[in-house]
């Protein structure tokens, strides 16, 4: 059975850092891409970073480069999204996501809230 | 980055009817590269459909996608009430990845 299981989540000042977590079993983790996609409050989707299987190649959206950094272990099958200078438009259930087909898991999200 | 447009933005149908929902993308995308969504309340996102057409692991018949190039179609046949949600589709053809805004099924 795959499980995707998400922590780090919480309520940060602006200027704030967090780190999300994300570890993934039942699923080929350390041979797959794996990407963090937000969701801000009443919103749709947009994706946020991705990192190959080995986390030699990264990329970010133009909203989080320089500020974010995606990482991972993959001898503990687990997904890093670290979160720096923090901003209210950061505000969101953010989800890591393996984006992959047939079989395409998800974590359950967690709740980023940038606020004063 | 490739833009998606998902129409409408909220369709409102019944049980048992057929809802069709549109994905327009603003260049064309290769080897159908994409994929729809479904979201309910409170929950993650489910793959329905990767490359345009075919279904994701655990995906009822009802569910179909087609098209290709800038043109996409999921077709929901005999609606039952547990469609009613968020759907989305998604390009992979080109970095950034991008999702359409999505359509309510109500």
């Known amino acids: 059975e795959v499980q995707v299981v998400q922590s780090g989540g919480g309520l940060l000042q602006p200027g704030g850092s967090l780190r999300l977590s994300c570890a993934v079993s039942?699923?080929?983790?350390?041979?797959?891409?794996m990407h963090w996609v937000r969701q801000a409050p009443g919103k749709g989707l947009v994706w946020v970073s991705e990192?190959?299987?080995?986390?030699?190649?990264?990329t970010y959206a133009d909203a989080v480069k320089g500020r974010f950094i995606i990482s991972r272990d993959n001898a503990k099958n687990t997904l890093y999204l670290q979160m720096n200078s923090l901003r209210a438009e950061d505000t969101a259930v953010y989800y890591c996501?393996?984006?992959?087909?047939?079989?395409?898991?998800w974590g359950q999200g967690t709740l980023v809230t940038v606020s004063s | 980055e490739i833009v998606l447009t998902q129409s409408p933005v909220t369709l409102s149908l019944s049980p048992g009817e057929r809802a069709t929902l549109s994905c327009r993308a603003s260049?064309?995308?290769?080897?159908?590269?994409l994929g729809w969504y479904q979201q309910k309340p409170g929950q993650a996102p489910r793959l329905l459909i990767y490359?345009?057409?075919n279904a994701a692991t655990g995906i009822p018949g009802r569910f179909r996608g087609s098209g290709s190039g800038t043109e996409f179609t999921l077709t929901i046949s005999n609606l039952e009430p547990e469609d009613f949600a968020v759907y989305y589709c998604?390009?992979?053809?080109?970095?950034?990845?991008?999702f359409g805004q999505g359509t309510r099924l109500e």
């Open positions: 996501a393996a984006l992959s087909a047939p079989l395409d898991p």
């Open positions: 998604q390009q992979y053809d080109r970095s950034p990845r991008t």
């Open positions: 990192i190959n299987d080995d986390g030699s190649i990264t």
């Open positions: 260049q064309s995308i290769s080897n159908g590269y």
């Open positions: 039942g699923f080929r983790f350390s041979s797959s891409w």
């Open positions: 490359g345009a057409s």
